[in-house]
């Protein structure tokens, strides 16, 4: 895939003053990866994806319940920025509405089978849960998968 | 108000223990470039900002970063868990183990502690977003910086995501700051300071 081609070019405004910092816009819907390849890339938005001297993720995560909430959050966290600059892009706003769908189911299940996401959630059958699974920096927290 | 979602935005799991690279590493926790200043800047420019687009824009960005400040505290504790004697006394790492032992402190890697002095809240937007372009740009390079040193395959598919976050932030600054000149005086925008300025 050329991602340096035509498509991958941004909108400057016609006539603009002198003197000022110049960040082409990104045109409306842009092409997007699947939000699995989005969140090993670091962007959704294949024209943004710039790495240094071709270091880049290839491998997508293991599809555990974490990484695909990881990549659904993520997907959400993208096209919400996008719309912070972007707020008629009528096909993103659908797409972001799809996806914060789809992050409330996957939030459900990862809270049934792993443990609670928010402290106000963590009461399970009368007992306090929210310090009984690890932290998620700690290295065994990838081990729950 | 903000509330704790118990996960990293993006999964940090490191097999091998580096203090060595941790003390280079911790830079984007506390450096003049790193995540806590990215956060703060962002955090706290938003009050000056005029118009409810660029205030969210700060809020979410400025909130990302808060992530990622936990993701580079991830990194540098999982390198630095279970060190020995030898690891301790490693090239490099035992200048912060005298005073930190393993814990995670906000530091530059050149040891000065984290300072507001490395960031800017001007209370003028055109400067502030100008001066958040550039913070991204420094950022990227220091992962690109973090790249270069480090052969950590763990650690490298975690700064390649850290670094591609801050090209896709300049954009929507530049962003920003093109949706703030429409607002502007077209025959001249620095005519007024609309965050203090009635028009």
């Not at chain 1, 842009?30 to 699995?36: D, F, L, T």
């Not at chain 1, 555990?64 to 919400?80: D, R």
């Not at chain 2, 003049?32 to 009050?47: F, I, N, V």
Request: glycine share 6%.
């Amino acid at each position: 895939m050329d991602q340096h081609d035509k498509t991958c070019c941004g909108l400057l405004p016609a006539s603009a003053p002198l003197a000022n910092p110049y960040v082409p816009f990104q045109p409306e819907n842009p092409a997007q990866y699947s939000a699995k390849t989005g969140l090993i890339r670091g962007t959704l938005f294949p024209c943004l994806d710039l790495p240094l001297l071709g270091m880049v993720n290839t491998e997508e995560k293991p599809d555990t319940l974490l990484h695909q909430l990881q990549a659904l959050g993520f997907a959400v966290q993208e096209l919400g920025l996008y719309l912070d600059t972007h707020q008629n892009d009528a096909e993103a706003t659908e797409l972001f509405r799809q996806y914060t769908e789809l992050y409330e189911t996957g939030m459900a299940q990862y809270q049934q089978s792993c443990g609670p996401l928010f402290q106000k959630q963590a009461v399970e059958n009368g007992a306090y849960t929210w310090n009984s699974k690890p932290w998620p920096w700690e290295y065994r927290a990838n081990q729950e998968d | 108000m903000f509330v704790y979602e118990k996960k990293l935005q993006y999964p940090v799991k490191i097999a091998a223990v580096n203090p060595k690279l941790a003390s280079v590493i911790i830079s984007q926790y506390g450096g003049p470039d790193g995540e806590l200043g990215a956060s703060l800047r962002y955090l706290s420019q938003r009050y000056s900002m005029p118009y409810p687009e660029l205030r969210g824009l700060l809020t979410d960005i400025g909130t990302e970063e808060l992530g990622h400040l936990e993701m580079i505290g991830a990194i540098v504790h999982q390198l630095t868990r279970r060190l020995s004697e030898d690891q301790i006394k490693a090239d490099g790492f035992a200048p912060y183990f005298v005073d930190h032992t393993a814990g995670v402190y906000p530091t530059a890697a050149s040891g000065f502690p984290w300072t507001a002095a490395s960031m800017q809240v001007k209370g003028d937007p055109i400067a502030d977003l100008t001066e958040d372009l550039a913070a991204e740009q420094k950022a990227r390079v220091t992962y690109d910086n973090i790249l270069r040193l480090s052969d950590d395959p763990d650690v490298n598919d975690v700064i390649k995501f850290l670094r591609e976050r801050e090209i896709v932030h300049f954009q929507r600054f530049g962003e920003a700051l093109q949706n703030l000149r429409e607002r502007l005086n077209q025959k001249n925008v620095y005519y007024m300071n609309p965050a203090f300025d009635r028009s």
